[in-house]
């Protein structure tokens, strides 16, 4: 119900706002959409299941901060599902 309403009150003020899973976005790469493992220094290997890890590499080699992987996932959900409902 919350949900619904900030959707309301975002469409008011000019603003768009969608419900996303998290999880997705924390556990998949950017740019391939493999599954990512984390780690928090170069010392550490690297886990699937580790959890607060600030760096992430994947099967295919690319790296970088967890953060920032995630809130691309995001961006690129959020992009797929407003324009495939708009066309």
């Known amino acids: 119900r919350i949900a619904r309403y900030v959707q309301y009150k975002a469409w008011q ?3 768009v706002a969608m419900i996303s899973k998290p999880y997705y976005a924390s556990t998949r790469c950017y740019h391939c959409d493999d599954p990512i493992a984390k780690h928090s220094t170069e010392y550490q290997n690297p886990s699937a299941n580790f959890y607060g890890g600030k760096n ?12 920032l992987n995630s809130a691309r996932n995001l961006g ?9 409902g708009a066309a």
């Open 76 to 84: 690129k959900g959020f992009y797929e599902r407003f324009y495939a």
């Open 56 to 67: 992430f590499i994947c099967k295919k080699g690319h790296r970088g901060s967890t953060a």
């Open 13 to 15: 003020q000019g603003l």
